[in-house]
């Protein structure tokens, strides 16, 4: 059993930057691939990185290439998304997840979910 539980949201202006974290409990943490979504309001909630165990791979949905990082920190049980060059069109709830098995794209595959931080980008 895996809990997530995100932090880092908040109100930034276009152009700007926020870190979110997601701390996980759980000795297994190392094991899991770690994924973050995005749901904005009235859509589907979408894809938007992925990190494997040790952090040596990383997969980006297009619309965040170039702008946002995923990365993880092991021994803090932690993972990250350094967002940068903050849109109006990245306001949204930003979840975490883990995987038991690989990187992945589609939210079926993903075991636990964290319970969402909100970020709103101003223009």
């Known amino acids: 059993q895996v809990q997530l539980v995100e932090s880092g949201g908040g109100l930034v202006q276009a152009g700007g930057s926020l870190r979110l974290s997601c701390a996980a409990s759980?000795?297994?943490?190392?094991?899991?691939?770690m994924g973050w979504f995005r749901q904005a309001p009235g859509k589907e909630r979408e894809f938007v990185a992925t990190?494997?165990?040790?952090?040596?791979?990383?997969y980006y949905a297009d619309s965040v290439k170039g702008r946002f990082t995923i990365s993880r920190d092991n021994a803090k049980n932690t993972v990250y998304l350094q967002m940068r060059s903050l849109k109006p069109e990245d306001t949204a709830v930003y979840y975490c997840?883990?995987?038991?098995?690989?990187?992945?794209?589609?939210?079926?595959?993903?075991?636990?979910w964290g319970q969402g931080t909100q970020v709103t980008v101003s223009s």
């Open positions: 997840a883990a995987n038991r098995a690989t990187m992945a794209v589609e939210l079926n595959e993903y075991d636990y």
């Open positions: 759980g000795r297994t943490f190392s094991s899991y691939a």
């Open positions: 990190i494997n165990w040790s952090g040596g791979n990383t």
